[in-house]
């Protein structure tokens, strides 16, 4: 490994030095079970927060709030509505991830015309005995607050 090392440096100057070797601690601190099952969510929650604040990021920086307004619109409406090309795949996927922190309201209308309101913890992705699924956003109060132009209460800046 050293050898490497000398090697990079040698024709790449500009690397840094490698990070010191990891000292172990003496004795590993335990998790009793219920720590357990209170930090592997929140372990989880960490890790993804990234993800969902890239898919958050997206949704407003293409306007879908302004496109969203005071109405309901089927998903593939919203892509119509959008002044930029985008891949309907990775656009659905975002929105319902923002849907399930609560950005945006989502139900879900299958081919035999049936209603159901999505994006909740535990809902089960395509579960409607095999029909087509029209994904339907609307915006919660924290989608209403994205929309540019929209005039904050009177004392918040």
């Avoid at 998790?31 to 993800?51: K, M, Q, R, T, W």
């Amino acid at each position: 490994w050293q050898m490497a090392t000398d090697h990079q440096r040698h024709h790449h100057s500009s690397l840094p030095p490698p990070p010191p070797p990891i000292r172990p601690a003496v004795k590993k601190a335990l998790l009793s079970d219920s720590e357990l099952e209170a930090a592997i969510p929140a372990v989880l929650g960490l890790a993804s927060a990234h993800f969902f604040s890239q898919c958050f990021y997206t949704v407003v920086s293409l306007g879908v709030p302004d496109v969203i307004g005071a109405g309901t619109l089927s998903f593939r409406e919203i892509v119509s509505s959008l002044e930029c090309r985008v891949n309907e795949d990775l656009l659905l996927r975002q929105m319902r991830a923002v849907a399930s922190k609560g950005v945006l309201m989502e139900s879900t209308l299958t081919d035999g015309g049936g209603e159901h309101v999505a994006g909740g913890p535990g809902d089960a992705e395509g579960e409607n005995n095999g029909g087509d699924i029209e994904y339907m956003y609307s915006l919660s109060p924290v989608g209403k607050l994205l929309q540019t132009g929209v005039a904050a209460p009177h004392g918040i800046p």
